[in-house]
């Protein structure tokens, strides 16, 4: 499939990052359209763990060439330090690596107005990353952002910069937050802007190029599916589009070039920060997940919350991306677990949800449950999707039958290697 489209469709670290690299063998680009560096997408090679938030996943091989998309949001000394980490690792990003120059800027002061929001907001925090996510594309929508290709001309870059700051240190005082002081905050900008102007340029053409030639491509999603901003659990989601739509518009690509849309899910579910979640497991059990699973923020280090399988949530992402492939990952942590569970359906007062409800009622439902034997068998070792053991099996025929979308792989561990393909 030439282009897919690959996103995640819970709340986010779904294991998309092990996916894309799994995938790139053969793949001849991967592309990062949303998000910043609040994506933290591990990859594990020879048990060396690599956690990387913005250089596209896939860029561990040498011929994938990787594409920053203009719907990113760049913190840019955190992709200097990135690149520079990569290359010290013998990854060279060297010529492989662009960066739109429509992709905006993620600065100082966003970072300070995303924790001084997070502040004011007392008891009904969001629990953002603090990665200046949300100021970042407010600034964008309200046509005040710096975009990385700002940096290709130092003076344009120095006046926007001089312009924002004398703005958001008001806003910053008006919060009762130290304003920002100048030369601190400009001059390492400066530098990793020189540092980055050999990658940045008008990232369209060379991808409509790949496309036309039929290369392999995937657009990689970032966050999940139920963190979009207006198809997730608002407000208790991302500040950009990790939906579909998401993806084509931070590339420019039209809808038509897609071949494929694959759906990335944990065998059980997980959320870091706050917002509803119905299928959460408070007791012994989200600890053993959380343990068994290394279910902490690859960005923040903050512990996740776990719990069952959420099939309804699945199945709304599934509908609203399109989605025709499943990949099923980490489902060998719910190995010797004894029974599985998976939520089926949401109750409200006594009725069954029909549509999938806005946060205040996601809070109130009753989960309805299916539960399932289990398997206690080792995945660890498997080469075969056939060898699969029946228990996973009659789960990923559920989620099948469920979703209406087809799993077409098992990852069985954490290793490149831990992914079972399904054969037709
Ligand atoms: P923000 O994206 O930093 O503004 O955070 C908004 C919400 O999205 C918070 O609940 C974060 O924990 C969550 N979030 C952001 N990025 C990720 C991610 O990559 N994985 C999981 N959750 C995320």
């Not at 998000?35 to 896939?58: C, Y």
């Not at 130092?154 to 958001?168: P, V």
């Not at 343990?291 to 902490?296: Q, R, S």
């Not at 709304?316 to 029974?339: F, P, Q, R």
Request: charged share 25%; proline share 4%.
């Amino acid at each position: 499939m030439p282009v897919m489209a690959l996103l995640g469709l819970q709340w986010g670290d779904e294991g998309k990052g092990k996916v894309i690299d799994a995938l790139s063998a053969s793949v001849d680009a991967v592309v990062r359209c949303q998000g910043g560096a609040n994506a933290g997408h591990t990859v594990i090679v020879g048990g060396v763990k690599r956690v990387l938030h913005l250089v596209p996943s896939g860029m561990l091989y040498a011929h994938v060439t990787g594409i920053i998309g203009n719907g990113v949001v760049i913190d840019a000394n955190k992709l200097v330090e990135e690149i520079t980490a990569l290359g010290a690792a013998g990854h060279d990003m060297t010529g492989r690596l662009i960066v739109s120059d429509r992709a905006h800027l993620v600065m100082p002061w966003h970072k300070e107005l995303d924790r001084a929001a997070e502040d004011a907001r007392g008891d009904q925090k969001i629990g953002t990353t603090g990665r200046g996510i949300g100021p970042a594309y407010a600034d964008r929508a309200s046509r005040l952002g710096i975009q990385a290709g700002d940096f290709l001309h130092e003076e344009r870059f120095i006046r926007l910069f001089d312009t924002q700051l004398a703005a958001k240190n008001r806003l910053l005082a008006a919060y009762g937050r130290p304003t920002l002081e100048r030369t601190a905050a400009i001059e390492p900008l400066l530098e990793a802007g020189r540092r980055l102007k050999q990658y940045i340029r008008d990232s369209f053409v060379p991808l409509r190029d790949l496309v036309a030639a039929r290369k392999e491509v995937i657009l990689e999603g970032a966050q999940g599916s139920m963190l979009d901003i207006d198809h997730g659990t608002y407000p208790y989601v991302t500040s950009s589009h990790t939906h579909i739509g998401g993806l084509l518009a931070g590339c420019g690509l039209p809808a038509r070039a897609l071949d494929s849309v694959t759906g990335v899910v944990k065998a059980y579910c997980t959320r870091v920060g706050a917002g509803p979640f119905p299928t959460e497991e408070l007791g012994p059990l989200g600890d053993t997940i959380r343990i068994k699973g290394g279910e902490f923020g690859a960005t923040t280090g903050r512990p996740r919350r776990c719990g069952w399988f959420d099939a309804v949530a699945v199945k709304h992402a599934v509908e609203t991306n399109g989605v025709d492939t499943l990949v099923v990952t980490k489902a060998d942590i719910l190995s010797e677990l004894g029974e599985v569970k998976a939520c089926t359906e949401y109750r409200l007062g006594g009725q069954a949800v029909a549509s999938y409800p806005r946060s205040d009622d996601l809070a109130l439902v009753e989960p309805g449950w299916r539960t399932f034997d289990g398997w206690s068998e080792d995945l660890s070792g498997l080469r075969r999707y056939d060898d699969l053991p029946q228990g996973l099996r009659r789960f990923t025929s559920f989620i099948e039958s469920y979703t209406g979308a087809t799993v077409g792989w098992v990852s069985t561990g954490a290793e490149r290697s831990q992914i079972l393909r399904r054969t037709p």
